[in-house]
């Protein structure tokens, strides 16, 4: 469906299956190229996820989409960044960084009063992998007793 910008006139009471769409090819896509593998989860459903898995999930989105912040596979824990992936307040941030550390998942550079760094422990730990979600939401958990 070819539309130019003068035949089509949006209106507010309009459906989704009214507005014309194309796909775009991948190759015009900016973050097409780097990105492999993808964790897939829509952002309305973080709330089912634990604050050390979103953290975990926000890593990986930022290294596949964005790349690294430094060199070496770096990625900066911003507040801005931690907001967007439902990971609230500076205590939320630690608690999930140091439960990833120390389950050996991700290595975290520390400056006094500057942003965090966090990379991905290559290679990832058993029973991890790059598809697919890297643990399985709370509650979903087989608990060993």
């Known amino acids: 469906m070819n539309i130019s910008d003068n035949d089509f006139e949006y209106r507010p009471d309009m459906t989704a299956d009214e507005i014309p769409s194309e796909p775009a090819p991948l190759e015009l896509l900016p973050s097409a190229a780097p990105v492999k593998n993808f964790v897939r989860v829509p952002f309305g459903h973080l709330d089912n ?4 898995d979103r953290l975990l999930l926000m890593i990986l989105f930022c290294e596949q989409v964005y790349g690294a912040d430094a060199d070496g596979g ?9 907001a967007d992936f439902k990971i609230h307040g500076h205590p939320a941030k630690k608690r999930a960084t140091q439960s ?8 975290v550079r520390r400056i006094r009063g500057r942003t965090s ?3 991905l422990t290559r290679p990832l730990p058993t029973g991890l992998a790059r598809r697919g979600t890297a643990f399985p939401p709370r509650g979903l958990k087989a608990r060993a007793r």
Do not use: D, H, Q, Y
């Not at 996820?49 to 050390?52: G, L």
């Open 74 to 82: 770096w990625v900066r824990l911003t507040t801005g960044r931690c």
């Open 49 to 52: 996820f634990s604050p050390r």
């Open 100 to 107: 990833l550390e120390t389950a050996g998942v991700i290595e």
């Open 117 to 119: 760094l966090a990379r």
